[in-house]
């Protein structure tokens, strides 16, 4: 149990590249952060920090008050599991799970205790005494799991642990680590680029890009708030589409001559130029075409089963929109499709620095 | 598949130079040293006699033989065991260092470029009781080194060249194996609550076990066989047969004593030591080898 607190850390390797630009954050007792973002965004290094496997080049982090900075790894109290698991070959399961607490002295008789009573809280009874080779994908990244739990750290640590698994496998995988960390109440943080996977498993979650957070927020805050164009476009799937428009008085003029009005009217910053999102979930099919509706073609349609995405041409814009639609209606495609951008869950950002402009109220 | 019927002869022919080298210089040699351990010959080769067992009793009773095998044992098992030792010191030491990598490797390796002979000359130069280098220093430090009169520091002194000429080979399997055992699993260790030291020992080391089991084989027979050249330029066996292995033996009985029945019977006793000491390594510490 414990809290993270990360003030101003900043990495910046020998050779003058710097991955990490002065990251803030507080982690709660008990609460799993997951931090998203694209590869190199510095996610996996952030979290390598906070393991003691990264030097801090400036900053500082401290577990429960206590600057942790020049700790070793051993000193932190905190597990990690590892994207490749990181399991010991030549130990059986048991030697795995119980390394850590037989370097830290723990009697034999008491060790073996532990490991079973974990090995029973995860399902791994009857594999205590093969090796990892002899294992499962899914059988690997259990062990992992449990060489983690086992020691009862102040902190988890996961490094995309679920990437090499099968998609199947993986949403099991994902439900049991967030059952678990909740009935152990362990602080963690958890790296990954798989935005279903942060959204799910996420108390808050933390969306990184470049070396920087751009937000930090429930899933659902993210999803209906997002403070850039960057987490818009990171967050939800399929990404949010978006519309180069034009803005006078209150309305909103895009390139194919729709006009939609802004619910509140003109937020005080706003240009003359804006870059409108919408969602694909939030395109709402109409039978007829007026003055608000998106005349558009579709050119490509995926059936989900229960929802349909079409991908569909709009006059003046280079990029296909996705719209999500009803799985049970038949759409064709070169088929004309009438869209209504639903007026409550329009996002509207600065064209060129990407910050969300002053928004119209949206339901959160 | 009958496409390859048809060219059945081809895998032959790509084979046959690798083939005709083994058998030229492999297997014609060590059967001829088979046949000629059962004949007693004269040394300029114009009439020999079969004698069966004779020459292997000749030299299995000889106490020279025995004393030649202790010798053997004592300059195998430290050369076996330094070079590896020292080869991984190295490794561990060249794998940690990040600036100038490539030219630290590249210098530990040259030694293994250098052949026999030489190094033992270079050797003999570096320790020449009146001229070398280094026993001017051992000598203002007191110690007086003649290896040519003493037997202990000949030893050592065949010992110490075959060490620095194996250990090249030694580092580049070592370097090779730690780079392949997974950084995770090393950081896995340290955040596990493993010290340096005790990630080494618990880690590192038993990963490294193939590598080590290859090498003990691998060292075993070129402490057994490989270093004639070195021990001959460097102490000829002397003094006084100090250090004299079975090896050299078998070249000094035959190519000097021109005893050529009871040296061969000596490389067959050696043939068959070897064999059984490589089976007995397989047998019982390849088990032992991790994953």
Redesign the interface.
């Known amino acids: 149990m414990a809290t993270l607190s990360l003030d101003a850390l900043s990495k910046t390797y020998p050779n003058g590249v710097t991955a990490l630009h002065g990251v803030d954050l507080i982690i709660d007792d008990g609460e799993l952060v997951v931090v998203v973002g694209p590869s190199g965004c510095g996610k996996s290094t952030l979290l390598r920090m906070l393991?003691?496997?990264e030097s801090i080049s400036s900053g500082e982090l401290a577990i429960d008050g206590r600057r942790v900075n020049d700790l070793?790894?051993?000193q932190r109290d905190?597990?990690?599991v590892?994207?490749?698991y990181?399991l010991?070959?030549?130990m059986s399961v048991a030697d795995n799970m119980g390394?850590?607490l037989k370097?830290?002295g723990v009697p034999r008789a008491e060790r073996r205790r532990k490991v079973e009573e974990t090995a029973r809280l995860i399902g791994l009874e009857d594999l205590l005494d093969r090796?990892p080779?002899q294992l499962s994908g899914g059988q690997r990244q259990r062990v992992a799991m449990g060489?983690a739990i086992v020691?009862e750290p102040k902190v988890f640590l996961f490094d995309e642990p679920l990437s090499n698994l099968d998609a199947k496998l993986r949403v099991q995988m994902r439900i049991e680590i967030r059952r678990l960390q909740k009935r152990l109440g362990v602080t963690a943080v958890y790296v990954t680029h798989d935005q279903v996977e942060a959204m799910t498993l996420a108390d808050r979650l933390v969306v990184m890009n470049g070396g920087h957070i751009e937000q930090v927020g429930t899933p659902m805050h993210l999803y209906d708030q997002p403070a850039s164009r960057f987490v818009a476009s990171f967050i939800g799937s399929p990404s949010m589409n978006f519309i180069e428009a034009r803005h006078a008085d209150g309305v909103l003029t895009l390139p194919c001559g729709t006009h939609l009005p802004l619910r509140d009217g003109s937020p005080a910053e706003i240009g003359d130029a804006v870059c409108l999102g919408v969602r694909p979930e939030h395109l709402v099919q109409v039978s007829h075409s007026d003055d608000t509706t998106l005349v558009t073609e579709v050119e490509l349609v995926e059936p989900l089963g229960a929802d349909t995405l079409a991908h569909v041409r709009l006059d003046g814009q280079a990029e296909l929109l996705v719209a999500r639609l009803d799985g049970a209606q038949h759409i064709a495609e070169g088929e004309r499709l009438y869209l209504r951008p639903d007026p409550e869950r329009l996002h509207l950002f600065d064209p060129q620095e990407g910050h969300r402009l002053a928004a119209p109220e949206t339901a959160s | 598949m009958a496409t390859f019927q048809r060219h059945r002869l081809t895998p032959w022919l790509l084979l046959s130079p690798q083939l005709a080298i083994v058998a030229i210089f492999f297997f014609w040699p060590a059967f001829q040293a088979v046949i000629q351990a059962f004949y007693v010959q004269d040394p300029f080769g114009l009439g020999r006699a079969f004698v069966a067992f004779e020459n292997f009793t000749r030299v299995l009773g000889s106490a020279e033989y025995y004393r030649a095998l202790g010798t053997t044992v004592t300059f195998s098992i430290s050369v076996a065991l330094g070079a590896m030792a020292l080869a991984l010191l190295l490794a561990v030491l060249a794998d940690r260092v990040i600036k100038g990598a490539h030219g630290y490797k590249t210098l530990l390796i040259w030694p293994y470029a250098v052949a026999p002979a030489v190094a033992g000359v270079l050797w003999v130069f570096m320790l020449d009781p009146e001229l070398g280098l280094v026993s001017a220093w051992l000598g203002a430090m007191g110690i007086d080194w003649n290896h040519q009169l003493n037997g202990g520091q000949a030893m050592a002194l065949v010992i110490m060249a075959s060490i620095w000429k194996q250990m090249s080979y030694n580092f580049v399997f070592f370097l090779a194996g730690l780079q392949a055992i997974?950084k995770?699993?090393l950081?896995?260790?340290?955040?596990?609550?493993?010290?340096p030291w005790?990630r080494f020992w618990?880690?590192t080391f038993?990963?490294l076990?193939p590598t080590s089991f290859f090498l003990l084989v691998m060292n075993s027979v070129y402490a057994f066989f490989e270093t004639f050249g070195t021990i001959d330029a460097t102490t000829a066996g002397g003094p006084g047969g100090a250090t004299r292995t079975l090896v050299y033996k078998v070249y000094e009985d035959g190519f000097i004593g021109y005893d050529l029945g009871s040296s061969a019977a000596q490389s067959v006793l050696l043939m068959l030591l070897v064999g059984l000491l490589t089976l007995l390594q397989f047998r019982y510490l390849e088990r032992k080898v991790?994953?």
Do not use: C, V, W
């Open positions: 393991a003691g496997l070793e790894p051993a905190i597990a990690m590892f994207q490749n990181a010991y070959p030549h390394y850590a370097n830290q090796r080779k060489r020691r | 997974p995770s699993l950081e896995a260790a340290a955040i596990d609550n493993a010290g005790r618990t880690i038993p990963l076990s991790q994953y």
